[in-house]
């Protein structure tokens, strides 16, 4: 989204007091985002930036997209958190590289993703697009890790609104449902839309979304190790071990920053 597309949701949101829908609102925060981030030098030449999946995201990478075009940015190393990511890396031009690459040696810069819910402590439901493990090992890698969102993703308590995506090997899907049943979580396969049969993440394995039937017991912290402590778990969309700073656009067409400059 350029300034001018920024510039006319400001004036459509000021002139005739539209709220701003959600689509508007991603691409307003996307813009917003990595916009600050350029002017305050934490995103600069030469970085590793981990990028996100999802439709918060894409519009981000396009955003970084127009600054290499610019020169405001150049000479970074993308790594890309799905292949979705990475297709879009691809039709803007931006250098793709993997975590493991003698480049990037395994440590980001900064990551930048959307989330499916965020709390308010800055708390994070994340894998809604399946890609939570490439995504937590970007974040979890990352000197700083940056989250955008519009303000539907904003809640009291996680797992509000959002299911809670725990990636699992195939063979242990039955043995973690009955365990997270005993938790007294809901828990089913995701099923996929446009095939029979399961989602297949990037790694082969397969997506067991949870929800609670009443408030949880544990904090998220606590869940998020718990989880990744059962046989057959790979990675859940959990993400409490950083510290995050976030980006909410409202509909109002204001983004509020909801935790410290770096």
Same mark, same amino acid.
């Given at each position: ?17 539209? =709220? ?55 000479? @970074? ?5 799905? #292949? ?20 990037? &040696? ?25 890609? !939570? !493990? ?12 940056? @989250? ?10 996680? &797992? ?19 365990? +997270?049943?005993?938790?007294? +979580?809901?828990?089913? @396969? ?7 049969? =399961? ?15 009443? !408030? ?14 059962? =046989?057959?778990? @790979? ?11 976030? #980006? ?13 400059? #770096?």
């Amino acid at each position: 989204m350029s300034a001018l597309v920024e510039k006319a949701i400001h004036e459509r949101n000021t002139t005739t007091n539209t =709220p701003l829908d959600v689509t508007a609102q991603k691409l307003l925060v996307a813009q917003r985002s990595v916009d600050t981030l350029v002017q305050e030098g934490v995103l600069h030449a030469h970085m590793s930036i981990g990028l996100g999946t999802g439709s918060t995201a894409m519009p981000a990478v396009k955003r970084i997209a127009d600054h290499l075009a610019r020169g405001t940015l150049s000479d @970074i190393a993308a790594v890309p958190t799905s #292949f979705q990511t990475a297709l879009i890396c691809e039709r803007y031009n931006i250098p793709l590289f993997s975590l493991s690459s003698k480049r990037v &040696g395994g440590k980001l810069d900064v990551t930048i993703d959307g989330a499916d819910e965020i709390d308010t402590q800055n708390f994070v439901i994340k894998g809604g697009g399946a890609a !939570l !493990l490439q995504e937590k090992i970007a974040a979890y890698n990352s000197a700083h890790f940056v @989250i955008i969102v519009d303000e539907t993703k904003v809640v009291e308590t996680l &797992g509000t609104r959002a299911a809670l995506p725990i990636e699992v090997v195939p063979e242990a899907r039955m043995s973690v449902m009955r365990t +997270l049943q005993d938790w007294g +979580l809901s828990v089913h @396969i995701r099923e996929a839309v446009r095939k029979k049969g =399961p989602v297949v993440t990037d790694h082969g394995n397969f997506i067991l979304d949870a929800r609670w039937q009443s !408030l949880p017991t544990r904090t998220p912290q606590d869940m998020e190790r718990a989880l990744n402590a059962l =046989p057959g778990v @790979i990675e859940n969309g959990l993400f409490t071990e950083r510290t995050v700073r976030v #980006f909410v656009a409202h509909a109002d067409g204001s983004v509020e920053e909801r935790s410290a400059s #770096f």
